[in-house]
């Protein structure tokens, strides 16, 4: 592992995490204009590190924690965002918000249960999620109107990603980093079973 690569990509991930209660902050005090710049710039280190981590090898069970834990800081900063800024938004859309929201919790408060730390799966349908509600959150505030067709399928792939992630949290006995979906683990456990792998 290339050790300055590790600790500049690890920095960039603290950023985020370091940014999270800034954003929090903003939102509180009423500083819309800074909060939608810097709310953009989080998600986009996401997409720099985990480049960057694919591109130097240097990926580790800390950095995906930590890469874990600033994504959901950064999407939940931007709901809070949404909530307080985009009022109207919610209340047309109150059901669907909070459906994902308990999802989440279930995720989050399962994978505490049963490995004492958050998950960082990485799945694929994670990763596609991400970026779908980065884009709508980011979106919502630098536009007059939200997307409603983006937000939709931002609100269908985050409910499958999360669903998928609280089986894999029932599946998978020890935590596990990278997992690319339940498809994987099935497939993997078959050919384990058959002594192929």
Do not use: C
């Not at 998600?43 to 994504?71: E, M, P």
């Not at 931007?78 to 859309?93: A, E, L, S």
């Not at 690319?180 to 497939?187: D, Q, S």
């Amino acid at each position: 592992m290339h050790k300055r690569s590790y600790y500049i990509i690890n920095s960039i991930t603290l950023y985020r995490l370091i940014a999270a209660p800034i954003l929090v902050v903003l939102i509180f005090t009423n500083n819309f204009n800074l909060f939608k710049w810097l709310l953009p710039l989080s998600f986009f280190t996401d997409l720099i590190d985990g480049f960057l981590a694919r591109r130097y090898k240097v990926s580790s069970k800390f950095g995906s924690l930590i890469d874990s834990i600033g994504d959901d800081l950064t999407i939940i900063a931007g709901i809070i965002g949404v909530f307080v800024f985009k009022k109207g938004f919610i209340q047309d859309n109150f059901w669907i918000v909070i459906t994902l929201i308990v999802l989440l919790g279930i995720q989050n408060i399962s994978a505490l249960i049963k490995y004492r730390k958050l998950s960082s799966f990485h799945t694929y349908l994670a990763k596609v999620a991400a970026i779908i509600q980065g884009s709508f959150l980011i979106l919502i505030f630098l536009l007059p109107e939200p997307i409603y067709p983006l937000f939709y399928v931002a609100a269908i792939i985050s409910a499958l990603d999360l669903i998928e992630e609280i089986i894999l949290v029932v599946v998978l006995s020890k935590w596990k980093t990278d997992v690319k979906g339940l498809y994987w683990v099935f497939k993997n456990r078959k050919l384990k079973s058959t002594g192929v792998v």
